[in-house]
């Protein structure tokens, strides 16, 4: 158990729909990653968040965004979903900027 | 061309072998990940180095960053080793993102 915390831990909705994935990161860790992982692409790096603030940003797409709260939980809004956004997305944290990342168990996003 | 490479893509084991998994990068890095992704999907932080070796029980990674090429190595390997291991750098201008290897998926038969 890395304690990085996902829910839900699987989703399944339709086309056109919105989610949102929640992300609760090691006690102390500042920093949150999130990734998604579909078959055709691999792993890829969607942003990053350090204490509240936007740090990096990857290959995300303009219908999605995310945030992270004061409490330092983070959630990832996924919209207009396409049948091509179902994937692996997975939420990792670490203490600070580069240090090492722990992942959390992931979501599994199914697009009917 | 990915700038992270790994071989084998695949790769089947008896149990107690000696294996090996390369990673090769194409670009400059300040550190590089092994990951370990079981069947089940969860993902294990093996290793983070930027030099030299490290190691952690039977595991063991090695890192030339002259040669831009990193090494996992499994020792007495077991079944339950069977998993996708996957490579992932940080580079020198990504800041703190990480760019992923496709994995090697290994099998370790009985």
């Known amino acids: 158990d ?111 | 061309k990915n700038e992270v490479e790994q071989s084998p893509q695949n790769l089947t084991a008896q149990e107690g072998e000696f294996i090996t998994i390369n990673c090769s990068y194409s670009v400059g890095i300040s550190a590089l990940h092994w990951l370990q992704q079981h069947p089940g999907g969860g993902i294990v932080s093996l290793f983070m180095l930027s030099s030299g070796k490290k190691k952690h029980g039977r595991l063991i990674a090695t890192i030339n960053i002259q040669e831009k090429h990193s090494s996992l190595h499994i020792t007495a390997s077991h079944p339950r080793d069977s998993a996708v291991y996957i490579c992932a750098v940080r580079t020198e201008t990504s800041g703190s993102r990480l760019t992923f290897g496709e994995g090697t998926q290994l099998t370790v038969n009985p």
């Open chain 1, 2 to 112: 890395s304690g990085v915390t996902q829910t839900p831990k699987h989703l399944i909705t339709a086309t056109g729909q919105r989610v949102t994935l929640r992300c609760s990161p090691r006690s102390g860790d500042l920093s949150v990653y999130w990734y998604q992982q579909s078959l055709d692409q691999g792993l890829q790096f969607l942003i990053q968040y350090y204490n509240g603030e936007e740090r990096a940003k990857g290959n995300i797409l303009e219908r999605f965004s995310a945030q992270q709260f004061p409490d330092l939980h983070s959630e990832l809004n996924l919209s207009s979903l396409e049948l091509g956004d179902s994937a692996l997305y997975f939420c990792a944290s670490s203490v600070a900027l580069t240090d090492e990342q722990y992942f959390g168990p992931g979501t599994r996003l199914t697009v009917t």
